[in-house]
T-cell receptor, first 113, second 116 residues
Framework: KNEVEQSPQNLTAQEGEFITINCSYS?????LHWLQQHPGGGIVSLFM???GKKKHGRLIATINIQEKHSSLHITASHPRDSAVYIC???????????????FGKGTHLIIQP | DAGVIQSPRHEVTEMGQEVTLRCKPI?????LFWYRQTMMRGLELLIY????????DSGMPEDRFSAKMPNASFSTLKIQPSEPRDSAVYFC??????????????FGPGTRLTVL
């Protein structure tokens, strides 16, 4: 089974700071996903990556397939970015959950005004 | 346009009782997913359907769990009999294209299940 590690587990920062959340995995994957879970519990799918980089507004996600590592960056962070960010990898050939999905435990981000 | 609708939002039941969770996906979406989230295990994909057909149920924890999708606008996740360790938040999600996470997924608000 793919082991997915996220760091940091908890992060508190000031509004405007540049934020980086990391995700590492142990086995080769076909895709990696970043999810955002709001304090009320709702989950939003942010990115799906298989290579390179994607950008959406102030969010940037990168992946390095050789190093088995992905990062999620938030520029000009804002209190509304406060949420749990979850990394999920898809590796159907290595077990894990349905459709070969394994989830990280999440990074709890708090942006203070 | 309404998003994914789940009911009930909260369910408290006693061990041994049958529990049925319901989900209405976004109209026009072809894939539906059931997830479970706990503090200990985090988020897990239990099962997903493409065009109402179950594709992968390898995440379903035990035979006590079953899921159905009788039509494109309705799905159920049933636990019988329920146990305290089933306490969790259960999310339903849908997407336009087939396959787990091959497309943007839209999540419902979740059902918080407590089994006493």
């Amino acid at each position: 089974k793919n082991e997915v590690e996220q760091s940091p587990q908890n992060l508190t920062a000031q509004e405007g700071e540049f934020i980086t959340i990391n995700c590492s995995y142990s086995v080769g994957i076909s895709a990696l996903h970043w999810l955002q879970q709001h304090p009320g519990g709702g989950i939003v799918s942010l990115f799906m990556l298989s290579s390179g980089k994607k950008k959406h507004g102030r969010l940037i996600a990168t992946i390095n397939i050789q190093e088995k590592h992905s990062s999620l960056h938030i520029t000009a962070s804002h209190p509304r970015d406060s949420a749990v960010y979850i990394c999920a990898v898809r590796s159907p050939w290595s077990g894990g959950g349905a459709d070969g999905l394994t989830f990280g435990k999440g990074t709890h981000l708090i942006i203070q005004p | 346009d309404a998003g994914v609708i789940q009911s009930p939002r909260h369910e408290v039941t006693e061990m041994g009782q049958e529990v049925t969770l319901r989900c209405k996906p976004i109209s026009g979406h072809n894939s539906l997913f059931w997830y479970r989230q706990t503090m200990m295990r985090g988020l897990e994909l239990l099962i997903y359907f493409n065009n109402n057909v179950p594709i992968d149920d390898s995440g379903m924890p035990e035979d006590r769990f079953s899921a159905k999708m009788p039509n494109a606008s309705f799905s159920t996740l049933k636990i019988q009999p329920s146990e305290p360790r089933d306490s969790a938040v259960y999310f339903c999600a849908s997407s336009i294209r087939a396959g787990a996470f091959t497309d943007t997924q839209y999540f419902g608000p979740g059902t918080r299940l407590t089994v006493l």
